[in-house]
């Protein structure tokens, strides 16, 4: 079955920098070829490549040198001489690895063995989040778009705080992390009320809609709803992104995938399955109800599972899996024109992948 092309909003590229970055020569060029190959915005997920100053200053990068200010501008000037709107991610829950690896914030863990989510009843976790969020905003000028992350908060509920918590009738894992997130998104409106702010939606998957009504997250954030399979569920997805809508949450994103997800250890991509994900993705988009303001797509491509794992694929060898599924996106199939597209920006000769016109 073809499917119409991908129908509306940005298309991101996600640059997660926590593993191999580029320098940023090459980021430039990674940026210009991005835009010619039809993207129109960036995820930037930096990490500890992010000039983190005062006293976050320890979260900066020791392997290779963090980004500086100036290049980091720089970045965000060339991409958006390019039309692409810049959205950095910065992680306020989960996949705090690293930033809670370091000695002297290991008191604020949720669990001493779990070096990646946060206490969610620390004062000082969220004064430490805080500060990373009004750093990376002050540092992207006219910032309009935040994603906040907040995916797989793994072992939520087992420190000694949140067993307290919970001991309390009525509560539950899930209200708490509707209640750190919630948190948190005030805050950021309460700094900059015009911000979007865009989170992961995994955590909420599990939850009905009058939960998520009553958590005050609703009108804060949009999801991303995430999938990097070959075989979506389409029917599955459409019903979980109807659910957000009908919770009262109609302004909501896709996140698809070009490298990184198909092992820890896999070091040549298999353009074949991404492009399977796109088309299943296609799918979705097409099945969605009027109601839903689907704000676009993050393709992304994961350079670690996490920020103390092995290399995934490198950027450079993932580039005809990236084009591959942009070209996707905005044919609504991989035809052997779009292939053709793909192996002319990027004067290849082929690309590894069956002709698929569905």
């Known amino acids: 079955m073809e499917c119409p092309s991908w129908p509306r909003g940005k298309k991101l590229v996600h640059l997660d920098l926590k593993g191999a970055p580029p320098r940023v020569e090459y980021l430039h060029e990674l940026i ?6 039809g993207a129109d915005g960036l995820l930037v997920e930096y990490e500890d490549m992010f000039p983190y100053d005062g006293e976050l200053k320890l979260l900066q990068a020791t392997a290779q040198p963090a980004y500086s200010r100036e290049e980091v ?40 063995p779990c070096v990646g989510t946060l206490n969610p009843h620390s004062e000082d976790g969220v004064r430490l989040v805080l500060e990373m969020l009004r750093q990376v ?41 509707l209640s750190h997130v919630t948190k948190i998104a005030k805050a ?22 009058d939960i998520l009504k009553g958590s005050g997250l609703v009108g ?68 969605l109800s009027a109601a839903i303001n689907l704000k676009g797509i993050a393709i992304t491509g994961w350079q670690r599972y996490d920020h103390l794992s092995v290399l995934c694929e490198l950027m450079p060898v993932a580039l005809p899996s990236l084009a591959a599924c942009l070209q ?6 991989l035809s052997a024109e779009a292939q053709s597209k793909v192996t002319e920006r990027l004067g290849i000769s082929s690309v590894e992948v069956e002709v698929m016109e569905r």
Not at 143 to 149: A, E, M, P, R
Not at 188 to 209: A, L, Y
């Open 328 to 333: 996707t996106l905005l044919h609504g199939q």
């Open 32 to 37: 210009e070829l991005f835009s010619r190959l």
């Open 220 to 287: 804060l954030v949009q999801p991303m709803l995430w999938d990097y399979t070959t075989d979506l569920d389409v029917d599955k997805t459409v019903s979980l992104l109807e659910m957000y809508c009908s919770a009262g949450m109609s302004e909501l994103w896709a996140a698809s995938s070009f490298k990184g997800s198909t092992s820890v250890y896999t070091c040549v991509t298999s353009t074949q399955r991404h492009v399977e994900n796109h088309l299943q993705w296609l799918k979705v988009a097409a099945s």
């Open 137 to 177: 905003v002050e540092l992207h000028p006219g910032l309009n778009t935040l994603h906040i992350g907040a995916d797989e908060v793994y072992m939520l509920g087992e420190g000694e705080q949140s067993k307290l918590w919970l001991a309390s009738p009525g509560r539950t894992v899930e209200q708490l992390f």
């Open 188 to 209: 950021i409106k309460e700094t900059w009320p015009h911000m979007t702010i865009i989170m992961w939606d995994d955590m909420m998957r599990g939850m009905n809609k």
């Open 73 to 112: 501008l720089s970045m965000q000037e060339f991409a958006k001489s390019k039309g692409m709107e810049v959205i950095p991610l910065v992680q306020t829950f989960g996949h705090m690895e690293f930033v809670l690896k370091h000695r002297p914030l290991w008191g604020l863990r949720e669990l001493a």
